[in-house]
């Protein structure tokens, strides 16, 4: 029986990437951090724990998409995190 997990179609593929794998890989990049009540923080991902506590640099509070507050570095509680995104590219920086 052939791996299971093994994605097909496309040579050398056979590996399956976590959670965790995403997590460590975005690591030092922009994110966006959405939480419960819609607030949306995008920053540098300083750090995170296994509660998935976020600790952010150059960090931009948007509420309802507009931005409310800057901040130098912040400190997410993982209980109020809806998801953790990597940023869009705009155009002017090259996407």
């Not at 939480?35 to 952010?56: E, F, K």
């Not at 509070?61 to 940023?87: P, W």
């Amino acid at each position: 029986m052939s791996g299971a997990g093994a994605i097909t179609g496309e040579k050398g593929s056979s590996t399956t990437k976590t959670p965790a794998d995403f997590l460590k890989s975005i690591r030092g990049r922009p994110v966006v951090v959405k939480l419960n009540s819609g607030v949306d923080y995008r920053g540098i991902l300083a750090c995170l724990d296994g509660y998935m506590n976020i600790a952010m640099e150059q960090t931009e509070e948007y509420v309802n998409g507009q931005l409310k507050n800057k901040y130098g570095d912040a400190f997410i509680r993982g209980n109020n995190v809806l998801y953790i995104s990597t940023s869009k590219r705009t155009l002017a920086e090259g996407a």
